[in-house]
Nanobody, 115 residues
Framework: QVQFVESGGGLVQPGGSLRLSCTVS????????WGWYCQAPGKQRELVAA???????NYADSVKGRFTIFRDITKKTVYLQMNSLKPEDTAVYYC?????????WGQGTQLTVSS
């Protein structure tokens, strides 16, 4: 059973930066495409960034140019560097494969962008 542990969220002022981390259990880290998802209150969970097994990245239009996804295979960890944060980025952030292959979700990490 693959498990996800997200961390790094917090309260940030508009324009600020934050880095999220997601550690993935199991031995399959290097062969999957991993993604960061966000879920704002009252909205569906959506994919905002993904990184393939070869290191290629894709981003939702809403975060393109502001967010960067990267990974450390040795640590089985996926990161999301978020810059120029906006109040509309406020959400709980989760990681999973992209497209989603695993039933389990981690606890997520809350990002609040507010002055």
């Amino acid at each position: 059973q693959v498990q996800f542990v997200e961390s790094g969220g917090g309260l940030v002022q508009p324009g600020g930066s934050l880095r999220l981390s997601c550690t993935v259990s199991g031995s399959i880290f290097s062969i999957y495409t991993w993604g960061w998802y966000c879920q704002a209150p009252g909205k569906q969970r959506e994919l905002v960034a993904a990184i393939t097994s070869r290191g290629s990245t894709n981003y939702a239009d809403s975060v393109k140019g502001r967010f960067t996804i990267f990974r450390d295979i040795t640590k089985k960890t996926v990161y999301l560097q978020m810059n120029s944060l906006k109040p509309e980025d406020t959400a709980v952030y989760y990681c999973n494969s992209a497209p989603k292959s695993f039933d389990s979700w981690g606890q997520g990490t809350q990002l609040t962008v507010s002055s």
